[in-house]
């Protein structure tokens, strides 16, 4: 059975560098001292998420006197066959948004329903929809950099480095898809900004020598396990950083959502299913403000 809610109610020149380093500094401050105003509390932790049933995807239907919002939980699939990816249609068509926002940016777009499934899962197929029916799709994800920030605060830059492409390997595996040194490369790339552009790992054979350093029983880091993201041993700086890292999207989701809501949209939103269950008791609450 489907659980529901529903209720009424450029980069920088060298000369800009020092520039640029104080600036995103004072965005990281801002954040988590509270004056950016959308440091949410009471998003459900990862102790209760993990008592939730999990055969289904997770979908929250609000509303309030200004707007309303589908949010679709999901589990990440290429199987075109999936029940999920009929029930996001019925209730695209129903609900017929003016706004969509997609998780992981925006994807590329296909031909057909068929290709943007079986090549980008659901994300494809938001893509997909909010094209053929001229929606207006907007990334629900804060940028990988604004991320980095945060989490400088309490691990070192090579580890999380480290992290965000041993985090890709994990999803392209999870894909049926493999990992490969482009995707290195790009990754490392969206580090090329102060304070992280100067400080290794810069290169593939760097990454590739870090992982042999911090995971000597690992052969090949295409092939890290999932869990070691998840289950605190035997590496507990990986699922400690998964976590604070999910928590801080946690918190620009539910800013980006409540803000088009608040605007009088009709907003459909396809993320992760464990976003969904977290963010719910304040979406609830700060809904009713509208």
Known sequence: MIIRAKMNAKKPKKSDSFLYFFLVMEFCFCFFSGCSGYHYSGLISWKEYNQYPRLNPYILELESESGSLIYYGVFHSLNKGHNQFREIEEKWMQFRPNVAFSEGGIWPLEKS????????????????????????????EPKQIQEAIYLSRYFCVQKIKVFYILRQAVIQRMLNKSMNEKHVRCILHNFEKPPFCNIGPISVAQFETYVAQLFPELKDWRNIPEHWLYSLPPHDWLPKMFRMVNDFRNQFMIKKVLKEVKRGKRVFAVVGRSHVVMQEPVLRDRIREF
């Open 113 to 140: 329903k068929e290709l943007s499934i079986s090549r980008h899962g659901e994300q494809g197929f938001l893509r997909y929809l909010s094209k053929r029916d001229g929606v207006k799709l907007k990334s629900i």
